[in-house]
Structures are given as structure tokens and as C-alpha cells.
């Protein structure tokens, strides 16, 4: 909860229907307080921050989830965040009309909304009050986010008028700049033009299309391949119509958000199990039942660099007859010798994993995303996913940069030997200075740095000096937890990369981060 609490415009709303919100959500946060270790605390100041008390990011989840169930009405979590008190969170829970009806025992503990409340003259107030933090950032010159690159040159681009060397890609490989690349991709926009005739079941499949499916299910090892127009609707389409009301879907809690919303929109009973923790998918496996499960994992998580444990999750998955779904967005190009992904990391056969999700825009530099599976599976997807159905085909030009990216990869297996080169000696640097990288293994690179004033501040220090990193903090990540995310790419050099290392030490001891 934010301490930029100043100015927040509450809508009408009756004086004892305040009192009771108030008391209710003192009730809840006093109780969820009192569950943290160490913690005695009997009462709270209706006007105390509640962050500096020590509601952390899974706090503000917990009571969000329990005000919802007393009132029932929806709360979003990144505007709960905005607020600071109680009485801050009081009026805007009385702004909220019921998305539901309470029962009998919530409705004693939940007071009455008049039809009245909730309704304001200014419809784009409740926009306005998600925007603070955002508009805060900017007057003071501390908005990070959507930096403009105006010109790329390998390892180094020109972003806001400044040259620095680029820490925050996806492209693992290097491969952005590529000739060959380039190339193709110029001699399919001369056949076939820039765009397409439509959606993939109409007219807009070209014989690149095909190639790239094939070209995909080879590289992964499976029956087939379908392509996608977007890497977040890959997982949004396929986890909604693999699984629906009545089944199961079970992930882990620090899946990709394209993940989490697939499995919410699939309706499909929604579990999520401990990080990286077999007992805790184990319990939620037991859940399942005998109801249609899948679980989906991410292979490489994108904000902490960590990778599942795959072996112990198909272990599994095949006890409780769950079908398997990998993300392998950030392991395509990445893990294995020579960049086949997870699987080839751990050494695992090729009907291991059920379903191969994976995006066209990092290593493979362009644009989409793609399943690999078994023929029913690809078959199913594309009659009934409605993300490929209604969604315009992805242009033959970016299709053939794909092509040309595994070509690429197939004959240059030196570039996935000159990451792992390169991850090791930044990570090890990163180490050797003091800083806290989490649990990386992989190019992704988180550097922890406690608070978000801080992780500000170092963002600015880097980007002054030439550097162009990467500000994360919650909601993104916990709100214990933010972080510079950096990745290092195949295209560094050991001088870019001791570059990088000798900047970020004068940030961290300018900010107090290094001793």
C-alpha cells in the first residue's frame, strides 16, 4: 500500500455505513497481522500506513481475498495498492457496488451499500486514482518505463537520445540484427507483402505458415506445430480450450501472467502450488481428483532466472494423470547444448511433456507464439481456440523470420555456448561485488535491491551513466521484493559485460545497496 495517499476523491456515502466498513477491515488486517510470526500488535490506527506496519504483497492478497468474501464485492489488488489506511480502503470499498449475493453470514458481518453510493460525477475518477503512482513517477522524473529506442546496434541501442548498452533484451542470441534474418524476411515481404487476407482458417495461411509449423514441431520434437499472432494469446487460447468448467488447472504461483490469465479465463477450477515446491503441486494434484487436469509451468521463470524441476513435475503428472503444458518462452534458444530448450536440458524424451508452448519474439527475434504437440492436440487448437480462430494470421514476413532464426541456431550451435559463456561471467561478477541475484541459472538476471526507492534510483544512476536496465516492483513482483531484471545476450562482449558490472557497483554504493 502506497504512500502517496494525498488527494484521493471518495464518492458519497453514509456515515454508519462507513463506520461498520471501517471496522471490518481493522477486524481483517488486525487478524492477518496477528498471524505473522513475532507479531502482537492488538490494534490499528485508522490512519497508520499500513505498509509500514508490514502488510507485504501476499498480505495485501490475503486481506483483498477475505474483504471480498465479507462484502462481496470485487476488489482490484493494484488499487487496494494505491491505499494506504484504513480509512482510505473503507471509502473505496464503499464505492464498490456486489458482484454477487452474500450469505447469510456475511451478510451480518457486511454492511448495506445504498444505491446511491459508489456513483460519482466524474466516471473517470476511478482511472484517474490507478494512474496516481504512474503520474507521481513522471513529475518526478522517475517513470522508467517504455524507453524509446531510436536506433539499434548490436549489443548497444540509442534510447532517449542516449547510447547505452542494452541489459534488459530478450534476445538471448543476438539474433535482432541478423543478416540472414534480414534478409529473408525482405525477400517474404516481396512475395507476399507486408500483411495478410485474413485469419488462418480463411485466407490468410501462406506456404511460410506451413514451413514454420514443420520447421517447429521438428525443432521440438513433436507430432505438429501451430502458430499463433501472439505469444500471450498462445497461452490465453490453448489453456482456455484445453480445459474448461468442471476441470482442473493447476500452475505455479510464479507462472507467467499470460498463463494465469488462461487459466482464469478457462474456468476450469484454478489451483496454484508453492514455487518450484513438488509437495505443494502434489496436494494440489490430489485436489484434481478424477476431473480433467493440466498443470502448466513456465521452463525458465522470467523474473527470477530459476527453472522448474521438470523431472519431478512429469513424475507427477503421470501418477495423477495430468497432462503437461511447458512455457518455454525464455528456454527456446537458452537451456540445452544446443538450445532445444528444457527438455534437451534434462535429458528427457520426447513425449515427456504434453504440450510445448513458446514465443517467436526472443531468441527466435520476431514476433508470435507457437504450441508443439501430439497431431489431436494441434488439431483440436485449431478448430476451436478461439485466439487462433478469430485472430488475424501472423504476416509471412515475421513467419520468416522464424524460419530463418532456427536455421540460425541449427548451424551456429556456438551461439548458445557463447551465452552460457557469458551468463556465467556476469553472474559470478554480479556475486563477486555483493549483490543478491535470487535464484538465477539462467541470462535472466535479477539484482535485488530491498526497496523500490532504491531500484528507482539505481535505474536512474545506470541510465545516466549508459546503461539501460530494467526497473521491476510490485505488482510485478512481490512488494518485498524488487529488482533491476537484466538479461545478457549471446552478442555481449566479456568488455560490455564488464562494462555493465563496473557500472552497477557505483550505483549500488551510491545507493547505499553495496558497502
Not at 65 to 91: D, P
Not at 150 to 162: I, L
Not at 327 to 335: F, I, K, N, W
Amino acid at each position: 500500500m502506497n504512500k502517496e495517499s494525498e488527494g484521493v476523491v471518495s464518492p458519497p456515502r453514509s456515515p454508519d455505513t462507513h463506520e461498520n466498513t471501517d471496522v471490518l477491515i481493522h477486524n481483517t488486517i488486525l487478524e492477518w497481522l496477528k498471524k505473522q510470526p513475532g507479531n502482537d500488535v492488538e490494534t490499528v490506527d485508522y490512519d497508520a500506513s499500513l505498509f509500514e506496519l508490514g502488510v507485504d504483497s501476499m498480505g495485501v492478497a490475503e486481506i483483498t481475498t477475505e474483504i471480498e468474501a465479507l462484502t462481496g464485492k470485487r476488489l482490484v489488488s493494484e488499487e487496494v495498492f494505491e491505499l494506504e489506511t484504513i480509512n482510505e480502503l473503507s471509502a473505496y470499498v464503499d464505492s464498490l457496488k456486489p458482484y454477487r449475493k452474500l450469505t447469510a453470514a456475511a451478510e451480518v458481518a457486511s454492511p448495506t451499500v445504498s444505491a446511491a453510493e459508489g456513483t460519482s460525477g466524474d466516471l473517470l475518477e476511478h482511472y484517474r486514482r490507478l494512474n496516481r503512482r504512474v503520474t507521481q513517477l513522471k513529475e518526478d522524473d522517475l517513470y522508467f518505463f517504455e524507453p524509446v529506442i531510436s536506433e539499434h546496434d548490436d549489443a548497444w541501442v540509442v534510447a532517449e537520445g542516449k547510447r547505452m548498452l542494452m541489459l534488459g533484451s530478450y534476445e538471448y542470441l543476438g539474433l535482432l540484427g541478423h543478416s540472414h534474418l534480414k534478409e529473408t524476411a525482405i525477400a517474404a515481404i516481396e512475395k507476399f507483402g507486408t500483411g495478410h487476407h485474413g485469419v488462418r482458417l480463411l485466407a490468410g495461411t501462406t506456404t511460410v505458415h506451413k514451413e514454420l509449423e514443420a520447421r517447429l514441431a521438428n525443432f521440438m520434437q513433436a507430432e505438429n506445430a501451430i502458430v499463433f499472432s501472439s505469444g500471450y494469446v498462445t497461452n490465453l487460447a490453448t489453456i482456455s480450450t484445453l480445459v474448461g468448467p468442471g476441470d482442473c488447472v493447476i500452475g505455479d504461483q510464479w507462472n507467467h501472467a499470460s498463463i494465469i490469465d488462461g487459466c482464469r479465463m478457462s474456468g476450469a477450477d484454478f489451483l496454484e502450488f508453492k514455487h518450484n515446491d513438488i509437495d505443494s503441486l502434489k496436494e494440489k494434484l490430489a485436489l484434481g481428483g478424477d476431473r480433467r487436469t493440466l498443470v502448466v509451468v513456465d521452463a525458465v521463470f522470467s523474473m527470477d532466472g530459476d527453472i522448474i524441476d521438470l523431472p519431478g513435475v512429469i513424475d507427477l503428472c503421470r501418477k495423477h494423470n495430468a497432462l503437461l503444458m511447458v512455457d518455454e518462452a525464455h528456454s527456446l534458444g537458452v537451456l540445452g547444448k544446443t538450445g532445444r530448450g528444457v527438455q534437451e536440458h534434462f535429458d528427457l524424451d520426447a513425449g515427456d511433456i504434453d504440450i510445448k508452448m513458446g514465443t517467436l519474439s526472443k531468441t527466435l527475434a520476431g514476433c508470435g507464439g507457437f504450441v508443439a504437440a501430439k497431431e489431436e492436440v494441434v488439431t483440436y487448437l485449431r478448430h476451436h481456440a478461439r485466439g487462433y480462430i478469430f485472430s488475424g494470421a501472423l504476416p509471412s514476413g515475421q513467419a520468416s523470420v522464424a524460419i530463418a532464426a532456427l536455421d540460425v541456431i541449427e548451424q551456429e550451435p556456438e551461439l548458445v555456448e557463447k551465452l552460457r559463456l557469458n551468463q556465467e561471467h556476469y553472474l559470478s561478477g554480479l556475486k563477486a561485488l555483493g549483490f543478491d541475484t535470487a535464484k538465477s541459472c539462467t541470462p535472466i538476471v535479477p539484482v535485488m535491491t530491498r526497496t523500490t526507492d532504491i531500484v528507482l534510483e539505481m535505474t536512474w544512476i545506470c541510465r545516466s551513466e549508459g546503461l539501460l536496465v530494467i526497473p521491476v516492483a510490485y505488482p510485478a513482483v512481490p512488494m518485498d521484493a524488487p529488482r533491476l531484471r537484466t538479461c545478457v545476450s549471446a552478442i555481449h562482449s566479456i568488455e560490455d559485460i564488464d562494462f555493465a558490472l563496473d557500472v552497477l557497483a557505483r550505483a549500488g554504493k551510491q545507493t547505499g545497496l553495496l558497502t
